[in-house]
C-alpha cells in the first residue's frame, strides 16, 4: 500500500509537499521570530588612536554609543581588568597599555562610579614584578587608582551559569563579587591555541591563581573555550573596552610581533565584541570555538545582529599573521594569501 | 630607617601570615615566616608560624592555602619544609607526627602526566606535583615538594628524584625558568626570576651536569637590579645563595626594598621573604638541607 505521503519512488507527493511548504512556512516564521529574538548589540571603533592624546573622550564616546547611562554608574563599583598575564618591559604589546586603563578609570571616575582596576596575572605568581613590568603600577599609583590583586585575595564560590564545561561553580576574588560592573580591557592579540584572544578569554584573569594554579590548568583541563564562556556567563554585568593600538599578531598572546592598528573598540557584549575584533584580523568569528559556543548565548556573533557604531569593521580591516598551524589557519575568514608567521 | 633587627622583630611579632592581597592568613606566608626566623637564629619565634599550620594540617596530612580555604594543597610542600627545619635548629621532633602525615599526603598525590606532544617542549611524560588537583605538573609546585621532603630527609625517594628531573627538564634552553612551559610551538618562552630562584633553591646539592643550570644563575647575576619588586628579588637571591653565590650587593637591596614604602606596607608574605634571602648563606644552606642550625 502506498504511503499516504511517500511514493513508491522515493518521489514526494501533492500532499506532502503541501503539508511540507506548511512545515517550511511555519519554520520560517519561527527562525524568523527566534532571530528577531535573538540578542542584537552595538560596537563602537575608532581609529587613528594613540597613546599619547586624550583616550577618554573616545572611551566616553564608545560607552555613549553602546547605550551606557553614566547616571546609572553613580556610586557603583566598577572593576576594570586590564590583560597582564605576562609582563615584559621587553614586549609592551603583549599588555594593555597604563595609559588606555587610566583613561579608562578617569572616565568611570567622572561618573561617579568607585574604580578599582583588578588583575590575577595567569602566568607569573610576583604580580607586583607584573605591575612593574607592565608600566601599569606606576600609572595607577601615579592616577591614585586603588589596584587588586586578584591572584591572592578572598574567594567565593558561584555558581556556574555557562554550563558548558562540568565545573559545578567558579571561585570568584571578592573585588569581582562585590563589583557591580566588571570592564575587560584586552589587548587585541592573536592566540596561539584559540585564535583570537580578547574581551572574553581575558577573564581568565578574573580567577584567584591560588584556587586554580599558574597557569590557571584547572580551567584548561575542563576546555578553555567551554570554560572562557563559563567564566563570562558566571561574572556580574560586564563590558569591554579593548585596547586595539599597538596589538600582536603571529605568536599571541605573549611570544607575538607588534602590529599597529590604532584602534580602541567599546561595547556592551562581549560576544560582539570579540567577534568584531576578529572580523577585523581577518578571522571568521563563527570559526572561533569559544565564540561559537557563546554565539546566541552570551551575545550575538552574527553580523546581521551587531550594530556598528563608530568605523564600520572593514573599513579597519587589517589580516593578522598566524602561525603556520592547521588549527589557527582555518580560523581565517579568506583562505589563500601568506597570513601566517 | 628600620635595620634588619626590626624588621626581624615585626615578622616575629606577627599573628596573621598574609599575601598583600589578602585579609587573612595563608599557608605559604606563615611557612616562610617560620624559615625566615629561623634561618636568622629566632627559632622559638619560628615556632609560632609553624605552630598555626600544625593547627590548619588536615587529618588526611594535607595543609590547605589559608585559614578558610582547605583545597588547593600544594601549600604542604612548604609546611613540611618549615616544620622539618624548625626541628633540626631546634635538635628536637615536635613536628614530627605533622611531618610523617603530611608527607604520607604528598608521596600520594601528583600532578597529572600527559603524552608527548610536538607542539610542547617539556617532557610532558615526568611526574612532578600540580597547583591543583587532577591537573599538569608545574615547575613551582614540583620545587616545593623537592624542598619540603628533601629537608624532611626523604631526598632519595623516587617521587623527589623524578620532581628533579622534572625541575631540570623545564629549564629554559638558554637558562631561567618560565612559570613551567619551555617551548611551544617552536618558540621558547620568557625567563622570569622567581620560577628560576625557585628551581635553582631545588636543585641546589644536587649532582647535575647540565649547562642549563649555570645559564640560569647567569641569568639570574645579569638581570637581578635593586628596582625588583620583593618577591622576585627575594628568589632570585635566594636561587644564588643556594648554589653557594652571593649577589654582590644583595643585603644593600634588600634592605632597601624592606624600607620601600612606594608601593606600600610590606605584607607578612614579601617581608618573610626578604629576610629569608638576606639570612647568612650558611644558614640558608642549612635549612635547605634540613641540618641543624
Known amino acids: 500500500m502506498e504511503d499516504s505521503h511517500m511514493r513508491s519512488d522515493g518521489g514526494v507527493t501533492r500532499r506532502s509537499m503541501l503539508l511540507a511548504g506548511g512545515a517550511v512556512a511555519g519554520i520560517a516564521g519561527l527562525v524568523g521570530i527566534k532571530r528577531a529574538l535573538r540578542p542584537h548589540a552595538s560596537v563602537f571603533t575608532a581609529r587613528g588612536q594613540r597613546y599619547d592624546a586624550d583616550l577618554t573622550k573616545t572611551i566616553q564616546d564608545g560607552l555613549t554609543a553602546c547605550g551606557l547611562n553614566p547616571a546609572e554608574l553613580r556610586g557603583k563599583r566598577v572593576l576594570l581588568k586590564p590583560n597582564l598575564v605576562e609582563p615584559s618591559k621587553a614586549i609592551p604589546h603583549m599588555t594593555t597599555h597604563p595609559a588606555v586603563i587610566v583613561a579608562a578609570a578617569d572616565v568611570f571616575r567622572g561618573y561617579g562610579a568607585d574604580v578599582t582596576v583588578g588583575e590575577a596575572p595567569g602566568h607569573v605568581r610576583d604580580t607586583l614584578m607584573a605591575l612593574d613590568e607592565s608600566g601599569v603600577g606606576e600609572a595607577l599609583r601615579d592616577g591614585g587608582i586603588r589596584f587588586a590583586d586578584l591572584n591572592y585575595e578572598e574567594v567565593a564560590w558561584r555558581p556556574n551559569l555557562g554550563r558548558r564545561s562540568k565545573l559545578e561553580g567558579l571561585y570568584l576574588p571578592r573585588s569581582v563579587v562585590e563589583a557591580d560592573l566588571v570592564v575587560s580591557m584586552p589587548k587585541l592579540k592573536t592566540h596561539h591555541w584559540v585564535g583570537v584572544t580578547a574581551s572574553m578569554k581575558n577573564l581568565y584573569g578574573v580567577l584567584p591563581g591560588i584556587k586554580y594554579g599558574w597557569p590557571k590548568n584547572v580551567l584548561h583541563h575542563n576546555g578553555i573555550p567551554e570554560t572562557v564562556v563559563d567564566i563570562a556567563a558566571t561574572l556580574p554585568r560586564t563590558m569591554a573596552i579593548v585596547d586595539g593600538i599597538d596589538c600582536m599578531e603571529g605568536d599571541g598572546p605573549i611570544m607575538g610581533s607588534c602590529k599597529h592598528m590604532g584602534l580602541i573598540l567599546v561595547g556592551s557584549n562581549l560576544a560582539a565584541v570579540d567577534s568584531t575584533v576578529a572580523r577585523i584580523m581577518g578571522i571568521e568569528p563563527s570559526r572561533v570555538c569559544y565564540l561559537a559556543l557563546a554565539a546566541n548565548r552570551l551575545g550575538p556573533v552574527d553580523e546581521g545582529l551587531i550594530e556598528e557604531r563608530g568605523e564600520a569593521w572593514r573599513s579597519v580591516k587589517s589580516p593578522f599573521h598566524l602561525l603556520d598551524q592547521e588549527h589557527l589557519q582555518r580560523l581565517r575568514a579568506d583562505r589563500g594569501g601568506s597570513l601566517f608567521s | ?293
Open chain 2, 1 to 293: 630607617m628600620p635595620s634588619l633587627a626590626e624588621h626581624l622583630d615585626r615578622l616575629a611579632a606577627a599573628t596573621h601570615w598574609t599575601y598583600r592581597a589578602s585579609a587573612q592568613s595563608c599557608s605559604e606566608p606563615a611557612a616562610w615566616a617560620a624559615l625566615a626566623l629561623v634561618a636568622h637564629g629566632r627559632v622559638d619565634d619560628g615556632a609560632r608560624p609553624a605552630k598555626w599550620l600544625a593547627e590548619l594540617q588536615q587529618r588526611d596530612g594535607s595543609v590547605g592555602i589559608s585559614e578558610s580555604e582547605s583545597e588547593p594543597r600544594w601549600s604542604t610542600s612548604l609546611a613540611i619544609w618549615a616544620w622539618a627545619a624548625l626541628d633540626a635548629a631546634r635538635r628536637e621532633r615536635r613536628f614530627v607526627g605533622n611531618i610523617e602525615r603530611a608527607v604520607v599526603w604528598s608521596l600520594a598525590h601528583h600532578g597529572e602526566a600527559a603524552p608527548r606532544s610536538p607542539q610542547i617542549g617539556h617532557n610532558t611524560e615526568l611526574v612532578g606535583w600540580s597547583w591543583a588537583a587532577e591537573t599538569h605538573s608545574w615547575l613551582e609546585p614540583t620545587a616545593f615538594f623537592v624542598l619540603g621532603l628533601r629537608t624532611a630527609s626523604h631526598g632519595d625517594h623516587p617521587r623527589v628524584r623524578e620532581g628533579i628531573r622534572l625541575i631540570v627538564d623545564r629549564l629554559l634552553p638558554d637558562g631561567g625558568a618560565n612559570y613551567g612551559n619551555t617551548i611551544v610551538l617552536g618558540q621558547p618562552l620568557l625567563p622570569h626570576m622567581q620560577p628560576t630562584g625557585i628551581a635553582l633553591m631545588a636543585l641546589a646539592g644536587e649532582q647535575l651536569d647540565d649547562p642549563r643550570i649555570e645559564k640560569s644563575l647567569d641569568y639570574l647575576h645579569r638581570s637581578v637590579n635593586s628596582k625588583m619588586a620583593p618577591a622576585s628579588l627575594s628568589f632570585a637571591c635566594l636561587g644564588v645563595s643556594a648554589h653557594r653565590g652571593r649577589i654582590a650587593a644583595a643585603n644593600e637591596w634588600l634592605l632597601t626594598v624592606l624600607d620601600d614604602a612606594t608601593r606600600g606596607p610590606l605584607a607578612e608574605y614579601e617581608l618573610a621573604l626578604l629576610l629569608l634571602a638576606a639570612a647568612p648563606v650558611e644558614r640558608l644552606h642549612q635549612i635547605t638541607a634540613g641540618a641543624a642550625v
